[in-house]
T-cell receptor, first 114, second 109 residues
Framework: NAGVMQNPRHLVRRRGQEARLRCSPM?????VYWYRQLPEEGLKFMVY????????ESGMPKERFSAEFPKEGPSILRIQQVVRGDSAAYFC????????????FGSGTRLTVV | AQRVTQPEKLLSVFKGAPVELKCNYS??????LFWYVQYSRQRLQLLLR??SRESIKGFTADLNKGETSFHLKKPFAQEEDSAMYYC???????????FGQGTELSVKP
């Protein structure tokens, strides 16, 4: 079991471009969570998804950010028209249910906006 | 508001010394508390959770509801314990975790 896979590991985008971050959950996991870690800060919850459904997006910025977890394929976190303040590490976690049991993190994607 | 506070950004100790990483939380209800660890160049991984009351790699943590604390302790630190440690809280409503800012533990030889 390869665990939670995130790609790319590093992503560089110019201001105004789009960033697409991918997360493949562990086998058998249907719950996905995205977190953002700004420099010198802890991880901040962004969004919680199950297959084809957004369950909790209370941590998502109101504009430019969106997430999906289609029936087939990885979960995608999409950031449109990136700005310097979007530079951060983005972590994905997956679990088999919502009880935090077996909550597993990916290695993260480090986004740098230049 | 739900909040987790780790007051120490960096904690530096010598090998063999006792370690205590502080964690305080703010939550009205019965939260579940966790400690996660991130070793250099590795992913975040669960160290322990309060409901299991287990000891992992010599670390223990006791939930003190009166002081709203969940401090992580180890009697004798080892160099391989050097890592970032994050305290986290779950409101048991949907799986999301609320993290503290993290404490970097540095164990010197």
């Amino acid at each position: 079991n390869a665990g939670v896979m995130q790609n790319p590991r590093h992503l560089v985008r110019r201001r105004g471009q789009e960033a697409r971050l991918r997360c493949s959950p562990m086998k058998g996991h249907s719950h996905v969570y995205w977190y953002r870690q700004l420099p010198e800060e802890g991880l901040k919850f962004m969004v919680y998804l199950q297959k084809e459904n957004i369950i909790d997006e209370s941590g998502m910025p109101k504009e430019r950010f969106s997430a999906e977890f289609p029936k087939e394929g990885p979960s995608i976190l999409r950031i449109q028209q990136v700005v310097r303040g979007d530079s951060a590490a983005y972590f994905c976690a997956s679990s088999a249910d919502s009880s935090n049991y077996g909550y597993t993190f990916g290695s993260g994607t480090r986004l740098t906006v230049v | 508001a739900q909040r987790v506070t780790q007051p120490e950004k960096l904690l530096s100790v010598f090998k063999g010394a006792p370690v205590e990483l502080k964690c305080n939380y703010s939550y009205s209800g019965s939260p579940e508390l966790f400690w996660y660890v991130q070793y250099s160049r590795q992913r975040l991984q669960l160290l322990l959770r309060h409901i299991s009351r287990e000891s992992i790699k010599g670390f223990t943590a006791d939930l003190n509801k009166g002081e709203t604390s969940f401090h992580l302790k180890k009697p004798f630190a080892q160099e391989e314990d050097s890592a970032m440690y994050y305290c986290a809280l779950s409101d048991n409503q949907g799986g999301k975790l609320i993290f503290g800012q993290g404490t970097e533990l540095s164990v010197k030889p």
